[in-house]
């Protein structure tokens, strides 16, 4: 009976979506292999340095955006501008000074401090503790703190483990109380005021960054423990060591510990600098219901540059934001003629994706067009190759959809049939398994619209392996003729859900886990 019902609801669908829609489809012919493949070939080049976010080149990706936007007639969606800012902030160090004994080291020839560790100040000792390796291993009864007094004092230590295994990479290092992590956190437990760590990794082969990663939410506490590392013949300032040529740490090992009396200063200035980013937003009004919006939304930031490699993101989320842009050509076309939808159409290109959903959780936090009445989101994020694990016969003739069964039974009904009436291509919902350990439905920016209730669509092509997140994801690898089968068989969701009499129903609950 169910299945009965669910036939006769898409064969009424089917008959609904061709009288209410045959005015806009036909524009689809504007989206073309040609079109998709001119506009990525700009998102996609060198020249926007892999669009990462409050980068120049994601800022010169969000100008080329707006400028397209502009030559196809939409209006802006900001008031009187294309853009949305938002803040993004960058740690910059502008000041580093060290004087051991009235003598001035050098900056990454002779110290240095860890950006993330460090806050602005002046600090003045008149005595250290030197505590050997600085290792507390009660496993292996280690204990390089006994009878030592530090609390409210600058510790210093050797780098490496002496006689003990030496700390292992990755998550390794929180746990072996040999690696600079572990040192640190078990001076600042017992109460000193910092950690100096003495290490042969001097002078620096290259530059320490002095800016920062970015980051969305402004840091509001002050890093109060102190941590540099410094070479060896700054400690030879500090500990009664001779020397006799060019130290290493092991020439500190035999010292006593215990303290010692020197003349240390150290002074940091850190500022945090507002690089701001951005979501492009232009819109086409609607007619009669131009007070409710569809939005067609993807992300066109990437993973920037690492040295001089450039993460293109050509896929991931180069043809999402194609994909937008182009079906938002076809809009624009059809209203040139004079086909205005009914509802306002809302296209948004937003940054920050990469760096955890920031430009779109910004939006739903500050949203330019009420999300009561935003009937749908209709997100794009990669769309133009073949999921490498895909192994079945329509491997060139597919598109993942995640959010059918969620929120809205409409989705599934109208997605389904504008398929059939566009491009026919599999329609495979496998991410919306709740089990799927992908967790696919929290990782794109239509999950911060679905979590204040608005009904969602999130297009995918399923290539989480071969180029994923890898400087090789470039243009060439981008089947066009399947990217544009895809977009327009969205093109032809949008249309229905913007020109249907009533806006999506949201008769389901999200009922998923937590992000």
Same mark, same amino acid.
């Given at each position: 009976?169910?299945?009965?019902?669910?036939?006769?609801?898409?064969?009424?669908?089917?008959? %609904?979506?061709?009288?209410? *829609?045959? =005015?806009?489809?036909?524009?689809?012919?504007?989206?073309?292999?040609?079109?998709?493949?001119?506009?990525?070939?700009?998102?996609?080049?060198?020249?926007?340095?892999?669009?990462?976010?409050?980068?120049?080149?994601?800022?010169?990706?969000?100008?080329?955006?707006?400028?397209?936007?502009?030559?196809?007639?939409?209006?802006?969606?900001?008031?009187?501008?294309?853009?949305?800012?938002?803040?993004?902030?960058?740690?910059?160090?502008?000041?580093?000074?060290?004087?051991?004994?009235?003598?001035?080291?050098?900056?990454?020839?002779?110290?240095?401090?860890?950006?993330?560790?460090?806050?602005?100040?002046?600090?003045?000792?008149?005595?250290? %503790?030197?505590?050997?390796?600085?290792?507390?291993?009660?496993?292996?009864?280690?204990?390089?703190?006994?009878?030592?007094?530090?609390?409210?004092?600058?510790?210093?230590?050797?780098?490496?483990?002496?006689?003990?295994?030496?700390?292992?990479?990755?998550?390794?290092?929180?746990?072996?109380? =040999?690696?600079?992590?572990?040192? =640190?956190?078990?001076?600042?437990?017992?109460?000193?005021?910092?950690?100096?760590?003495?290490?042969?990794?001097?002078?620096?082969?290259?530059?320490?960054?002095?800016?920062?990663?970015?980051?969305?939410?402004?840091? =509001?506490?002050?890093?109060?423990?102190?941590?540099?590392?410094?070479?060896?013949? %700054?400690?030879?300032?500090?500990?009664?060591?001779?020397?006799?040529?060019?130290?290493?740490?092991?020439?500190?090992?035999?010292?006593?510990?215990?303290?010692?009396?020197?003349?240390?200063?150290?002074?940091?200035?850190?500022?945090?600098?507002?690089?701001?980013?951005?979501?492009?937003?232009?819109?086409?009004?609607?007619?009669?219901?131009?007070? #409710?919006?569809?939005?067609?939304?993807?992300?066109?930031?990437?993973?920037?540059?690492?040295?001089?490699?450039?993460?293109?993101?050509?896929?991931?989320?180069? $043809?999402?934001?194609?994909?937008?842009?182009?079906?938002?050509?076809?809009?624009?076309?059809?209203?040139?003629?004079?086909?205005?939808?009914?509802? *306002?159409?809302?296209?948004?290109?937003?940054?920050?994706?990469?760096?955890?959903?920031?430009?779109?959780?910004?939006?739903?936090?500050?949203?330019?067009?009420?999300?009561?009445?935003? *009937?749908?989101?209709?997100?794009?994020?990669?769309?133009?190759?073949?999921?490498?694990?895909?192994?079945?016969?329509?491997?060139?003739?597919?598109?993942?959809?995640?959010? /059918?069964?969620?929120?809205?039974?409409?989705?599934?009904?109208?997605?389904?049939?504008?398929?059939?009436?566009?491009?026919?291509?599999?329609?495979?919902?496998?991410?919306?398994?709740?089990?799927?350990?992908?967790?696919?439905? &929290?990782? $794109?920016?239509?999950?911060?619209?679905?979590?204040?209730?608005?009904?969602?669509?999130?297009?995918?092509?399923?290539?989480?392996?071969?180029? &994923? /997140?890898?400087?090789?994801? *470039?243009?060439?690898?981008?089947?066009?003729?399947?990217?544009?089968?895809?977009?327009?068989?969205?093109?032809?969701?949008?249309?229905?859900?913007?020109?249907? #009499?009533?806006?999506?129903?949201?008769?389901?609950?999200?009922?998923?886990?937590?992000?």
């Amino acid at each position: 009976m169910k299945k009965m019902i669910w036939v006769l609801l898409l064969l009424m669908s089917n008959i %609904v979506f061709a009288q209410t *829609t045959n =005015t806009l489809t036909k524009f689809g012919k504007v989206i073309t292999t040609e079109g998709l493949k001119q506009k990525l070939s700009v998102i996609a080049s060198a020249e926007m340095e892999g669009r990462e976010t409050g980068t120049p080149g994601q800022k010169r990706a969000a100008a080329y955006i707006e400028s397209e936007f502009k030559r196809m007639g939409l209006q802006p969606g900001n008031g009187q501008s294309y853009q949305q800012i938002y803040p993004v902030y960058q740690d910059v160090l502008v000041e580093k000074k060290l004087i051991v004994g009235g003598k001035t080291f050098e900056w990454d020839k002779d110290f240095n401090f860890s950006l993330q560790s460090i806050s602005s100040g002046n600090w003045n000792y008149t005595e250290v %503790v030197f505590a050997g390796y600085g290792i507390v291993d009660p496993s292996k009864n280690i204990n390089d703190y006994e009878n030592l007094e530090v609390k409210g004092k600058l510790v210093v230590v050797l780098d490496g483990g002496g006689s003990a295994p030496t700390a292992a990479g990755g998550r390794g290092m929180f746990n072996n109380p =040999t690696s600079s992590y572990a040192k =640190t956190r078990t001076a600042s437990t017992k109460g000193a005021a910092g950690i100096l760590i003495i290490t042969s990794d001097f002078p620096k082969k290259s530059p320490t960054e002095t800016k920062g990663g970015v980051y969305f939410k402004a840091n =509001t506490t002050t890093t109060v423990f102190l941590s540099a590392t410094i070479s060896p013949e %700054v400690a030879a300032n500090i500990t009664p060591i001779v020397s006799t040529g060019k130290l290493t740490v092991a020439d500190f090992k035999d010292i006593k510990k215990g303290n010692y009396p020197v003349a240390i200063n150290i002074a940091a200035k850190k500022v945090t600098e507002n690089v701001e980013s951005s979501n492009v937003i232009g819109i086409i009004p609607g007619t009669d219901k131009k007070d #409710e919006y569809v939005m067609i939304t993807g992300h066109y930031d990437h993973l920037g540059k690492r040295g001089n490699v450039i993460y293109y993101g050509a896929d991931d989320d180069g $043809s999402g934001t194609v994909g937008v842009m182009q079906i938002a050509e076809a809009f624009a076309a059809a209203a040139k003629k004079g086909k205005q939808p009914r509802r *306002t159409i809302v296209f948004m290109t937003v940054s920050g994706e990469e760096k955890g959903l920031w430009g779109s959780e910004y939006y739903s936090e500050n949203p330019i067009f009420p999300l009561d009445k935003t *009937t749908v989101d209709l997100n794009i994020d990669m769309v133009g190759r073949v999921d490498t694990e895909r192994l079945t016969a329509d491997s060139l003739n597919y598109v993942y959809v995640i959010g /059918h069964d969620k929120l809205s039974t409409d989705l599934p009904v109208i997605n389904e049939a504008a398929n059939k009436a566009s491009s026919n291509i599999t329609l495979d919902y496998k991410f919306d398994d709740p089990n799927d350990k992908n967790r696919i439905y &929290y990782r $794109s920016d239509h999950y911060n619209f679905a979590r204040k209730g608005v009904p969602i669509l999130f297009f995918y092509d399923g290539m989480l392996l071969s180029d &994923y /997140h890898k400087p090789t994801d *470039t243009i060439e690898k981008i089947n066009f003729d399947l990217m544009q089968k895809r977009v327009l068989m969205i093109y032809h969701t949008a249309c229905e859900m913007i020109q249907r #009499e009533d806006m999506l129903k949201r008769d389901l609950k999200l009922n998923m886990p937590g992000r």
